[in-house]
């Protein structure tokens, strides 16, 4: 069942309107100034749109990304602390359409408290600052009951020295950055641990909203442990060279909160690398970059004994980044390209297939050994006086066929099965392929609501009953609110 | 993982305590940081190394008159400027400078080399915004720009240099001297742009920002 214009409509009488009502007020209430805002704001003293473009959190402008590599040192030591809250309420086009549509979207067409986080962050010497994260998902567990259950653990990390040799016409900045996950470090909002920029519910009911849909990542995954060192000469060119390994001892707070089976484990150093060339001219700017890791990440996080047991993920990334920044109005176009090689470890390559073919007799092929997928990004916003904005956004995943993947087959009676729920996949190939559009407006500057259309075109390579019981890619379209606060 | 917090926390307080760093430091509420250090590791983010901004959203501060330049600096700090792009960027960031620092910054800008800015704009608005600049609008009580700011708009110690700057960034602050009073400093402008239509606004922009190329 699509969504209708009435179904939007009463979406948006029900839950918009009061949500915005709550946001004038609160601007109404709190001082229009510049004071009293979120840790870094604190510090500068001055407004989000100096270092966030158009005041969309978290995109950088030019002068943001200087604050960024400069080890967030620039003003004075203020008290480091801001929280951030998001609400949000997703509808996905159909939700009948499943083994257990109960179970499958539990909070579906529901207003949740999505996530939480405690930042800390800012100067503490004239070389030293941080930006640290500690989140708060009140859905990260659920009990047999169906009931959840909330926890908080370390978020993004990144705590760095630099320094900044400046005369003349000649400009570097040299840094080093202890941080917790491939990318966070990155100035440039492309980087894969900054694209996603609206953080993701847990619940099931929001499993396709496009912070959930394909978005550029590295097989490391975060909660690790990294050091990395950068440069970047006459705001021309960057460069950045560091290496990752499992967060433990002195390095255990990146990974704090998370228990051993939650914990990424990598085998030894991991490195990770990232080129790019920025110019600037009048109004705009342009960065065209590229990047890249390698990661061995054992199957089992509890069991490292077995060098053998590591998956090598191999990925290289290629972006761009225009703004056009001049007062009122911000437009940002962004493009990534990312390549993931993924190569299983030798105990679960070419391993028999978990289903059969549709008679039940014959054994599918074995699983492969090696992996390539090839995600797609780009995204066009537009931002009109740091207060209205809007964006459009396309994701494309395709990948190699697997029957590794296959979540969705037949078993040895010929029947059909489904081991995830609507998610699940019947091709062993992962390409899904969509379109998001987006308007929100920031009615304060520590405050966005946002609405979001995310449009499935393809979903696990099928237009049309991609799981074998007659789920179509469209049945995924949803619709998705969302009101985040920073203070 | 108790004992990593905490050697985290010693390290961060000794240095805290033991590391400032004011030949280099980006640090904007320290009277020792030197007001050199600070136009180079913290105003040139957005004005340039030389005081010649990128964006035409920043002013070009380059061969700026120091007196004009100090008065801005003060009016920020004491909130008596508060068109937005000031309010936004420059409160905070002015607001722990001493008066050292400000006269210090002041000089460093007045003596760079002046900008010199692309030609934009067609040639008959140029032209046009030359004799208001040299001549005024006299049917509309708008007097001559060059009387104040001076023949080549290169400023008059209060009076602001104009030649080389945004051309953008003219056009929003007339707009700020005719639309607000949000530049008490400059209240004489608001008389003075009174009478101007946006186009006059646009031409004698164009102008200055042409004018070192002319």
Request: aromatic share 10%; hydrophobic share 40%.
């Amino acid at each position: 069942m699509p969504i209708s214009i009435d179904d939007a409509r009463a979406f948006v009488a029900k839950h918009l309107q009061p949500m915005l009502a709550v946001a004038m007020l609160a601007g109404a209430l709190l001082p229009g100034s510049a004071h009293a805002i979120p840790a870094f704001n604190r510090q500068t003293g001055q407004n989000c749109v100096a270092c966030h473009a158009g005041g969309q959190f978290p995109e950088l402008t030019p002068y943001g990304r200087l604050f960024k590599m400069t080890a967030y040192t620039l003003g004075e030591r203020a008290m480091p602390i801001s929280a951030m809250v998001v609400a949000s309420h997703s509808k996905v086009a159909d939700p009948s359409k499943s083994d257990d549509p109960g179970a499958d979207f539990q909070k579906d067409n529901k207003l949740i408290l999505a996530t939480a986080s405690l930042l800390i962050g800012g100067k503490l010497t004239d070389n030293i600052g941080a930006f640290t994260q500690i989140t708060y998902d009140p859905y990260a567990t659920q009990d047999a009951d169906g009931n959840f259950h909330g926890h908080s653990n370390a978020d993004n990390i990144d705590i760095r020295y630099a320094d900044r040799f400046i005369s003349g016409s000649r400009d570097l900045i040299f840094g080093v950055s202890a941080n917790n996950n491939p990318s966070v470090s990155d100035p440039w909002n492309t980087a894969a641990a900054w694209m996603q920029y609206v953080p993701v519910p847990s619940p099931t009911g929001s499993r396709f909203i496009d912070g959930n849909a394909p978005y550029p990542g590295y097989g490391a995954g975060g909660n690790i442990a990294g050091l990395t060192a950068y440069a970047y000469w006459n705001q021309t060119l960057y460069a950045e060279i560091g290496g990752y390994g499992t967060s433990r001892g002195m390095s255990s707070f990146m990974s704090a909160g998370l228990d051993g089976a939650s914990t990424t484990k990598l085998r030894g150093v991991n490195p990770y690398w990232r080129l790019a060339l920025n110019h600037e001219w009048g109004p705009h700017n342009l960065m065209v970059g590229a990047a890249g890791m390698t990661a061995r990440v054992y199957d089992d996080p509890l069991d490292t004994s077995d060098p053998a047991s590591t998956h090598k993920f191999t990925d290289l990334s290629l972006d761009a980044q225009y703004q056009y920044l001049l007062d009122p109005h911000a437009v940002t176009a962004q493009f990534v390209y990312t390549r993931n090689h993924h190569r299983y470890p030798a105990a679960l390559a070419d391993q028999p297939a978990p289903f059969f073919d549709a008679s039940g007799a014959a054994t599918l092929a074995n699983t492969n050994a090696e992996d390539t997928n090839h995600v797609l990004r780009a995204r066009l916003s537009y931002v009109y006086q740091a207060t209205y904005g809007g964006s459009v956004g396309l994701f494309s995943l395709t990948g190699t066929t697997n029957t590794a993947n296959q979540t969705a087959g037949y078993d040895s009676t010929g029947t059909l099965v489904r081991a995830d729920g609507p998610a699940s996949n019947l091709s062993g190939n992962p390409a899904t392929k969509g379109w998001t559009l987006e308007a929100f407006c920031m009615p304060i500057q520590y405050a966005r609501v946002g609405l979001q259309y995310t449009i499935y075109t393809r979903f696990n390579d099928a237009s049309t009953n991609y799981d074998g019981l007659g789920r179509n890619a469209r049945d995924n379209n949803t619709l998705f609110f969302y009101t985040w606060l920073a203070y | 993982m108790k004992s990593a917090i905490l050697a985290l926390a010693a390290a961060a307080a000794a240095l805290s305590a033991g590391c400032a760093n004011p030949q280099r430091s980006r640090d904007t509420a320290n009277p020792a940081v030197p007001a050199v250090t600070l136009a180079q590791q913290v105003c040139s983010n957005c004005h340039g190394m030389t005081g010649s901004a990128v964006s035409p959203n920043f002013p070009n501060l380059a061969a700026q008159t120091q007196p004009y330049l100090v008065s801005q600096l003060s009016g920020f700090q004491s909130h008596s400027r508060r068109d937005p792009a000031g309010f936004e960027y420059m409160w905070g960031l002015s607001r722990h400078l001493t008066s050292e620092q400000i006269a210090g910054l002041a000089a460093y800008y007045a003596g760079q080399s002046p900008t010199v800015q692309p030609i934009e704009g067609d040639s008959h608005g140029i032209e046009a915004g030359k004799l208001i600049f040299a001549s005024g609008v006299a049917d509309k009580g708008v007097p001559a720009c060059a009387a104040c700011h001076g023949p080549e708009a290169k400023g008059n110690e209060g009076f602001p240099r104009l030649a080389g700057q945004h051309a953008d960034y003219l056009v929003k602050q007339l707009g700020v001297f005719q639309r607000t009073d949000e530049r008490p400093e400059g209240s004489i402008m608001k008389t003075v742009a009174h009478g101007l239509t946006q186009q006059n606004i646009q031409d004698v922009a164009a102008y200055l920002q042409a004018m070192p190329s002319l």
